[in-house]
C-alpha cells in the first residue's frame, strides 16, 4: 500500500518527502496510522552512516506511537481502535534461546530492526516511522495508555527502555544509589526512572547549568564532573551508574565512583573503544556492563508502569519538513529533551 514518508537518498543528502510501498495486512498483521514518532540520536548516525552499513534510500523512526486501523484475521491482541507503540525492531527469529527467553533483544539470529534493516527473509528492506503508516506482526506490537500524552509516550519506545532495562536488570529501588552520566534523551528518562522505582538519584554532568533542570526531572543530587572535589567526594558511592553518554569520556574516573560490586552500565555509544583501567575494575569488584534496548514483554512492563506513574518524555514537537533543521540542533544538543515529529504535518 502507498505510504508517505520523509527519506535520505544518501548518506551526504538531506531526507526530503518519499513513497514507499507497505506489504498488505497479513493474517497475524496490525496496520498502524502513525500519529507521533519520536527522533532518536541513532537516526543520526545511521541516515548519515557514521555507522557504517547504511542502506538508501532510508526511512528512520524507531519510536512509533500510532492508532490500529486494520488488523489480520488471526490477531489476538489487538483491534482497531486500539492506540499502539512500535519500538526498535519489528521481528526476530523468535526460536533462539533468547526469543524464547523473552529477550528478542538479543536475538543470535537476525533483528529485524524497525528501518534500515531486513524482515526474516534477509531482502525485505524496513523502513521505519518518519511516514504515516506502519504494518508490523502483533507479536512486536505494544499497548499503549490512553492516560498520556501520546507525544511523550513516543520516545519511551527507545529512549525510556533503554534505560528503563538496566535500571531493572541492577535492581535500582529503594536503599539504591544510582547515579546518571548526561542529562540527554536518555539521561532524562534514566532520571525520571530510576526516581519513580525509589532510588536515591545523583546526575554527574560537565555542565553546572543543568543543575535545577535534574532537580526538577527527580534527581536528589547533582555532581559537576569537571570539579575534581566534587568528583572525589563521590567515590565508593553508587551501586548503579547508567552511562547515557555517546562521546569518549574518562571511564576510570567514573568507575571510581562505584562501591563494591557497582555497576556501570554503557548505554551511550562513543564511537571509539575507550580506554579502561583494570585497577579500578579489581579494587572494588566493580563491573563496567553494557544493556541494548528490551525486549517486547519487558518494554510493556515498562510503558505500562510509566502510565502507572505518569511518566512521559519532556518533548518539542515538531513539524516533518523541520526534521534537517532538528539533526542539526540535536548534534548541539539543543532540544529538551526529544524531538518528536507530528506526523499529521506529513
Request: glycine fraction near 10%; include cysteine; charge should be negative.
Amino acid at each position: 500500500m502507498q505510504t508517505k514518508a520523509y527519506a535520505a537518498d544518501a548518506a551526504t543528502a538531506p531526507l526530503a518527502p518519499f513513497q514507499l510501498e507497505r506489504r498488505e495486512v497479513g493474517p497475524h498483521d496490525v496496520l498502524i496510522e502513525i500519529l507521533f514518532c519520536g527522533v532518536c540520536h541513532s537516526d543520526v548516525h545511521q541516515v548519515r552512516d557514521e555507522w557504517g552499513g547504511s542502506t538508501f534510500p532510508m526511512v528512520p523512526g524507531h519510536e512509533i506511537v500510532g492508532r490500529i486501523t486494520q488488523v489480520g484475521d488471526h490477531v489476538k491482541n489487538f483491534k482497531a481502535g486500539d492506540l499502539a507503540g512500535v519500538g526498535c525492531m519489528v521481528d526476530t527469529c523468535r526460536t533462539c534461546s533468547n526469543c524464547e527467553q523473552g529477550l528478542e533483544q538479543y536475538c543470535e539470529t537476525h533483528i529485524s530492526f524497525t528501518y534500515n534493516s531486513t524482515l526474516q527473509d534477509r531482502q525485505t528492506r524496513t523502513y521505519g516511522g518518519y511516514s504515516n503508516q506502519i504494518v508490523v506482526d502483533e507479536n512486536y506490537v505494544l499497548h499503549v495508555s490512553d492516560k498520556l500524552d501520546l507525544a511523550g509516550v513516543a520516545p519511551l519506545l527507545c529512549a525510556g527502555i533503554t534505560t528503563y532495562s538496566p535500571l531493572r536488570q541492577w535492581n535500582a529501588g529503594p536503599g539504591k544509589r544510582v547515579g546518571v552520566v548526561g542529562l540527554g534523551g536518555l539521561g532524562h528518562m534514566a532520571v525520571k526512572l530510576a526516581a519513580a522505582m525509589g532510588a536515591e538519584v545523583t546526575v554527574l554532568s560537565t555542565s553546572s547549568s543543568k543543575e535545577a533542570d535534574a532537580k526538577a526531572l527527580g534527581a536528589h543530587k547533582f555532581v559537576v564532573t569537571k570539579d575534581a572535589e566534587q568528583l572525589k567526594a563521590t567515590q565508593n558511592y553508587f551501586d548503579l551508574i547508567i552511562n547515557t553518554v555517546g562521546a569518549n569520556i574518562d571511564f576510570n574516573a567514573y568507575l571510581m565512583l562505584l562501591r563494591l560490586d557497582g555497576t556501570m552500565v554503557m548505554v551511550g555509544l562513543p564511537p571509539e573503544a575507550p580506554q579502561i583501567g583494570i585497577f579500578p575494575l579489581v579494587g572494588q569488584r566493580r563491573r563496567l556492563a553494557g544493556s541494548h534496548i528490551g525486549g517486547i514483554k519487558e518494554t510493556q512492563e515498562m510503558l505500562d508502569f510509566c502510565a502507572e506513574h505518569n511518566i512521559v518524555s519532556d518533548v518539542e514537537v515538531i513539524n516533518i519538513d523541520y526534521i534537517n533543521e532538528a539533526y542539526e540542533r540535536m548534534i548541539k544538543s539543543d532540544v529538551k529533551y526529544r524531538f518528536v515529529i507530528d506526523l499529521a504535518t506529513l
